[in-house]
């Protein structure tokens, strides 16, 4: 079984920083592309950061500068390293993989995963 979880989210003021981490069992960092996406009220997932195998990023042009995704892959851990946070950064943040032999490029297209976490709240206040 392949499960993703979530932790680190919660409640910062604007230009405050957050660490978000997604512990993956059931497969591993390095054997999976990997992303952080985040869902606001009533509105579809967006993609927010992802990463391969070799450490290629992609990011969503609202949070590039602002925003840094890792892996961890002897911890089996994906991170999301988030500074200078703005109200608008407010929603449900889901860490997401698909298993694969060797990730060769980051994919922030979220039909795409397979695999997700149940979500962190992250809310930033003006």
């Known amino acids: 079984q392949v499960q993703l979880v979530e932790s680190g989210g919660g409640s910062v003021q604007a230009g405050g920083s957050l660490r978000l981490a997604c512990a993956v069992s059931?497969?591993?960092?390095?054997?999976?592309?990997t992303g952080w996406f985040r869902q606001f009220p009533g509105k579809e997932r967006e993609g927010v950061a992802a990463?391969?195998?070799?450490?290629?990023?992609a990011y969503a042009d609202s949070v590039k500068g602002r925003f840094t995704i890792s892996q961890d892959n002897a911890k089996n851990t994906l991170y999301l390293e988030m500074n200078s946070l703005k109200p608008e950064d407010t929603a449900m943040y889901f860490c997401?993989?698909?298993?694969?032999?060797?990730?060769?490029?980051?994919?922030?297209?979220?039909?795409?995963?397979?695999?997700w976490g149940q979500g962190t709240q992250v809310t930033v206040s003006s």
């Open positions: 059931g497969t591993t960092t390095s054997s999976s592309c």
């Open positions: 990463i391969s195998s070799e450490n290629t990023t």
């Open positions: 997401a993989a698909r298993r694969t032999a060797w990730c060769g490029a980051p994919a922030l297209g979220g039909t795409w995963y397979r695999y």
